[in-house]
């Protein structure tokens, strides 16, 4: 399997001992990501995830004119998606955000660097994320990792003959193929091709998916 190398242009390091830095692999664009805190993991598989993101960029360098000098900054991330919309995401913890005045020196990077940047500046705190979309996430990231193909192939092609509710457990069963069909029916989450029935339910053998190419 071929994985691209990160795009960073800068690798993070560990500040401080305990502290969480390190990468993830993105096994839907397949591509190295580098990320240095937990929360900036864990906003990361979000966005990872996600149909509508066509790709994610960390630790992108933004140069800006402030007060006449030329001044840079790392951003988290920048997003884009499928709408051709860029996203400019800072991630810090919400103490750290309103100590460091983080909103104040966003107002001066978007004054100051190339309107092309960005379209949107976003901040990202601890208070935006949700427990459990996180482990889906993650779960869903772990599925695509295993690049089971011929098992995503044979999914596919039972939710085409299937209703417009399915759960893992059916797709088991369905297939035979066992865990190997549930857990390729949890990466499609990814494509789109099916969605949870409930938003913010937690992924589970009985939990009902919503199939998006059911007669195809």
């Known amino acids: 399997m071929n994985i691209e190398s990160s795009v960073a242009d800068r690798i993070p390091s560990r500040k401080k001992i305990g502290s969480c830095a390190g990468s993830q692999i993105d096994p839907f664009r397949k591509r190295e990501i580098y990320y240095e805190s937990q929360l900036e993991r864990d906003h990361m598989a979000r966005f990872i995830v996600r149909p509508d993101v066509v790709e994610i960029r960390e630790q992108q360098l933004v140069e800006y004119v402030k007060n006449g000098k030329d001044c840079k900054h790392y951003v988290d991330f920048i997003v884009e998606l499928d709408t051709g919309h860029r996203i400019a995401y800072f991630v810090k913890n919400s103490v750290d955000a309103e100590k460091k005045k983080l909103r104040e020196s966003i107002h001066e990077i978007v ?21 459990v979309a996180v482990a889906n996430s993650k779960f869903i990231i772990q599925c695509g990792k295993e690049f089971d193909y011929d098992a995503t192939s044979a999914v596919r092609t039972c939710l085409r003959s299937l209703g417009s509710t399915v759960t893992p457990r059916q797709i088991e069963e369905l297939t035979g193929l066992g865990d190997r069909g549930s857990r390729a029916l949890v990466a499609l989450l990814q494509s789109g091709d099916v969605r949870l029935a409930v938003p913010g339910a937690q992924i589970e053998t009985e939990t009902p998916f919503e199939n998006s190419i059911t007669g195809s």
């Open 111 to 131: 004054a100051g660097c190339d309107e092309s940047f960005a379209d949107e500046y976003i901040i990202l705190t601890e208070h935006h994320l949700d427990h």
